[in-house]
Each structure stands twice: as structure tokens, then as C-alpha cells.
């Protein structure tokens, strides 16, 4: 089974307005930390936004937020105001702690085009 | 700080030519690991050491081996290269837990 699910291969968002890319996880682990990376047409991977197991409000970082729903187990990350700078692809990932020894696993990304 | 350091940055190879991806952090990072980005597979782990003469194996090892002798390094070698494994290669260090990884620049490898 995926560990790290991401259904939208491309989405397009228009500038200045707000954008969801979905992510659903499957873990029996307690203890997991969960992730976004943008990874823009020059290839490196930038860390957005961190929202661990164990906590109870929603993670922010600026423009970007990450909708946890623990019980559906989605990890969505939301960009409000999208920017043409924002068009990149998109990486949802996990880390297990206690039951893989601290493993990562990665979604297959989104790739998101803002339009002017 | 220079972070997560990779070279070379791009290689290129013969078929059943071996060579090693050099990686190194100065962040005094416990876990260390290696991953291909292939279009459309997103990044797959093929191993990771949670601190020095420690590794195990990921999603995709086979053909590569890994050693981790000091915290720093962390060498991915290609034992006898295939064009299977054109791809590009990250190589990314964390603290263990709940931390996020940060990850190097990449080196695009193209085995021929």
C-alpha cells in the first residue's frame, strides 16, 4: 500500500487566489511527522511546512497551511494568495518514527501552474 | 554553514562503469539518505544510516551500496552502473525525529 498518496498529478490556480493540494497518509505509527516540499523547474527541494502527530492546531508558515485531519489521515496544504513564483511541483511526505526508525517516504507530487 | 553538499552535479556513464556520489553535511546530522527522483515516481529511498556505521536498506537498493564511516559522509556507490539507473540522486540529512530533512543541489547521472 502508498505510504503517501497525492491524487492531482497537475493543478492550475490563478494568480492571487487560494489553492489546495490534497495528501492522504497511511501509517500505524503514533509518533510521524508530516511534510511539504516545493520543488521548483530549477530542481531543488525546499521545505515548506511541518505538522507532527501529536499536534492539535493546523501548522502555518506565511502564505502556506497544512489541513491536518488525523482521523481521515489527510495532510492537505493549502497557499493562499498564489504568486507566479508558486508554479512548481509539489511533494507530500511522512516520517515514521517509531515504526521504520525515523524513514521518510515521499508522494509522487503535484505540479502546480499559476496563471497570471 | 554549507548544509548538504553533493558532487558531481551531473555525470555521465558507461554501462557496467562503477563510481561513487559523494555527499556531505556540516550539521552534525544523525540521519543520512540517498534517493532517486525518476518523472513521475516521485523521490524513492534507496538507503539511509541513522548515524555512523550504521545502514540499512530503502525502497530501491539494489545496484548501490552505502557506507557511513564518519557523521559527515555518506558515499552512494554504483557497483556496476545500468541505464536503469539514470536518474537524478538526492541526497538528504536530518536531526532523528521529528525534523524535517534538508536536502543537496542533486547530481543528474545518465548511464548509457
Known amino acids: 500500500a502508498q505510504k503517501i498518496t497525492q491524487t492531482q498529478p497537475g493543478m492550475f490556480v490563478q494568480e492571487k487566489e487560494a489553492v489546495t493540494l490534497d495528501c492522504t497518509y497511511d501509517?500505524?505509527?503514533?509518533?510521524?511527522?508530516l511534510f511539504w516540499y516545493k520543488q521548483p523547474s530549477s530542481g531543488e527541494m525546499i521545505f515548506l511546512i511541518y505538522?507532527?502527530?501529536?499536534?492539535?492546531q493546523n501548522a502555518t508558515e506565511g502564505r502556506y497551511s497544512l489541513n491536518f485531519q488525523k482521523a481521515r489521515k489527510s495532510a492537505n496544504l493549502v497557499i493562499s494568495a498564489s504568486q507566479l513564483g508558486d508554479s512548481a511541483m509539489y511533494f507530500c511526505?511522512?516520517?515514521?518514527?517509531?515504526?521504520?526508525?525515523?524513514?521518510?517516504?515521499f508522494g509522487t507530487g503535484t505540479s502546480l501552474t499559476v496563471i497570471p | 554553514n554549507a548544509g548538504v553538499t553533493q558532487t558531481p552535479k551531473f555525470q555521465v556513464l558507461k554501462t557496467g562503469q562503477s563510481m561513487t556520489l559523494q555527499c556531505a553535511q556540516d550539521m552534525n546530522h544523525e540521519y543520512m539518505s540517498w534517493y532517486r527522483q525518476d518523472p513521475g515516481m516521485g523521490l524513492r529511498l534507496i538507503h539511509y544510516s541513522v548515524g555512523a556505521g550504521i545502514t540499512d536498506q530503502g525502497e530501491v537498493p539494489n545496484g548501490y551500496n552505502v557506507s557511513r564511516s564518519t557523521t559527515e559522509d555518506f558515499p552512494l556507490r554504483l557497483l556496476s552502473a545500468a541505464p536503469s539507473q539514470t536518474s537524478v540522486y538526492f541526497c538528504a540529512s536530518s536531526e532523528l525525529g521529528r525534523r524535517t530533512q534538508y536536502f543537496g543541489p542533486g547530481t543528474r547521472l545518465t548511464v548509457l
Open positions: 511526505a511522512m516520517r515514521e518514527i517509531l515504526r521504520t526508525g525515523n524513514q521518510f517516504y
Open positions: 501509517t500505524s505509527d503514533q509518533s510521524y511527522g
Open positions: 505538522q507532527g502527530s501529536y499536534d492539535e
